[in-house]
């Protein structure tokens, strides 16, 4: 008998979860084979009963070549309904569980280029499926590329409410107003979380924010993210962090950079009139109108300009 509503998730970390905490997980090769044939056995027993998912969890390298993880999550989703899948949580860049002679012990920088753009462009053919086959996505959790075309395939998930888009790789910059654009374009958007590491050839760029909906905005795991604008009417709540990168340069450089910088006070100030917390700290009802040692303190946790940093680093 098909019973397509009683198989409502498919989570493809759980046999990784017992090492829980750890991003991948080693392994020997007999291990990573029979963990493997569990990966097919689990989807085939999904496909078989033509399950209509409402959550999907999977963490496998779509870069990888050998075991072809696009192809098998290609026609996984061909064999169950996606049309009320609310959740996604897709690592693409990492496989849970690996052989240990997975990786091979050099690469050049050519070679690493080509096999990330492989794991892009493998994200977005399988990312392009979904926004055909699940429109109805509201939480989603990525490794994001911040490509003109997985920003524009993000933007057909207009449910989305909740957005966790983690970093990808260290060489991959966001262009401001690709952030702009698609904060503007979720109207259903409220809770945020995005984990961006700008590059070191970008730094002075800052990035503007706008959304009418979002209530809630985590950018503390982010290096080297710093606001030019926010508009965000509804927000209630930002955690942001000012992590010290070690980039050491001298006085003028320094200023000329942070010059560029707009203070994060001013920012809240003129754009989040709905503001009740500022990272760990519940905001006094006067904090627009003056400031205070308390909000200070947490200003030079989280803002780069001149007047909340003391350091000859960035
Ligand atoms: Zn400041």
């Known amino acids: ?52 998912l409402l959550v999907l969890r999977a963490s496998f390298d779509l870069g990888d070549q050998k075991t072809k993880w696009t192809d098998f999550l290609l026609q996984f989703l061909e064999g169950i309904h996606c049309s009320e899948l609310q959740e996604l949580e897709l690592n693409w860049t990492l496989t849970h569980l690996e052989p240990v002679d997975f990786y091979p012990s050099s690469g050049t920088v050519a070679q690493i280029c080509l096999a990330k ?27 994001f590329d911040w490509s003109e075309h997985s920003v524009s395939l993000l933007t057909h998930f207009h449910q989305v409410h909740t ?24 109207p259903n958007l409220k809770t945020l979380i995005l984990q961006v590491l700008v590059p070191v050839k970008d730094l002075g760029v800052s990035y503007p924010l706008e959304s ?12 080297g993210l710093v606001f030019s604008c926010l508009d965000l009417p509804s927000l209630k709540e930002l955690k942001v962090k000012k992590t010290i990168r070690g980039i050491i340069l001298n006085r003028r450089t320094k200023l000329a950079l942070q010059s560029r910088w707009c203070c994060l006070y001013d920012l809240m100030k003129s754009g989040t009139p709905n503001l009740q917390m500022l990272n760990a700290h519940r905001l006094l009802p006067h904090w627009r109108e003056r400031g205070y040692t308390g909000l200070s303190e947490v200003l030079m946790q989280s803002c780069f300009c001149t007047q909340h940093t003391d350091t000859w680093l960035l």
Do not use: C
Request: no cysteine.
């Open 117 to 143: 753009t492989d794991q892009y462009n493998s994200f977005q053919t399988l990312f392009e499926k979904l926004t055909r086959s699940a429109p109805k996505l509201s939480k989603i959790k990525l490794p």
């Open 212 to 223: 009418k909906s979002l209530e809630y905005l985590d950018v503390s795991q982010s290096r």
């Open 163 to 186: 957005l966790e888009l983690n970093y990808f790789w260290v060489f991959k910059g966001v262009r401001p107003e690709t952030m702009k654009g698609l904060t503007k374009s979720l």
């Open 1 to 52: 008998m098909r019973t397509p509503r009683l198989w409502r998730v498919a989570d493809f970390m759980r046999l990784g979860a017992f090492q829980s905490g750890m991003d991948g997980v080693l392994v020997s090769f007999l291990e990573f084979e029979r963990w493997k044939e569990w990966v097919y056995q689990y989807a085939f027993h999904l496909t078989s009963r033509s399950a209509s």
